[in-house]
């Protein structure tokens, strides 16, 4: 099993930046594709970024591309989402996932194991 607790999330106004982090517990996360997804009332869960446990290949959503960048430290069991440039558009409540496989964008397996999520608000 592995817990994921999430911090770093908060309110900002637009432009501004966050990093939210994802402490792993349990198991290792280096074997792990670890992955940040947001999600908004009436809304379904949507796919933020993504860090492969293997060659550490990145995947980024069309519509934080640029401005967000998700990394890990292995030593630490951490994984990090830097958001820059924060839109109102990113407000969401943002959750860190472990054990995922996507393909072009779309989760084909997984995440196996969720956090609670931490909220980021960004005020216009």
């Known amino acids: 099993q592995v817990q994921l607790v999430e911090s770093g999330g908060g309110l900002v106004q637009a432009g501004g930046s966050l990093r939210l982090s994802c402490a792993a517990s349990g198991r290792t996360i280096s074997a792990y594709s670890m992955g940040w997804f947001r999600q908004t009332p009436g809304k379904e869960r949507e796919l933020v970024a993504t860090h492969s446990w293997l060659g550490g290949s990145t995947y980024y959503a069309d519509s934080v591309q640029g401005r967000f960048s998700i990394s890990r430290d292995n030593a630490k069991n951490t994984v990090y989402l830097q958001m820059n440039s924060l839109k109102p558009e990113d407000t969401a409540v943002y959750y860190c996932?472990?054990?995922?496989?996507?393909?072009?964008?779309?989760?084909?397996?997984?995440?196996?194991?969720w956090g609670q999520g931490t909220q980021v608000t960004v005020s216009s």
């Open positions: 996932a472990a054990d995922l496989r996507v393909n072009r964008g779309t989760v084909v397996a997984g995440p196996d194991y």
